[in-house]
């Protein structure tokens, strides 16, 4: 499980070039349900697990990996 003061260490270092979440933070990040890799869509702020079929949102640039507060993928 990573912990959330390292994601926003990371968060911070990419912050100095741009908005998008950095190709160290989507592979470091992985579904706190199944432990897979996540789909990232810079475009909807979403990390989608296709697995669980789950999406988490990514609110000010922080990506909310709460199981319960993710949604249903349609
Ligand atoms: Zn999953």
Do not use: F, H, T, V
Request: proline share 5%.
């Amino acid at each position: 499980m990573i912990d959330k003061k390292d994601i926003y260490k990371i968060l911070n270092q990419n912050n100095k070039r741009g908005n998008m979440l950095s190709e160290k933070l989507l592979a470091i990040l992985a579904c706190p349900k199944c432990k897979g890799g996540l789909d990232y869509k810079p475009d909807l702020n979403q990390l989608i697990c296709n697995n669980c079929r789950l999406i988490y949102k990514i609110e000010d640039d922080i990506p909310n990996m709460i199981i319960e507060e993710a949604e249903p993928l349609k």
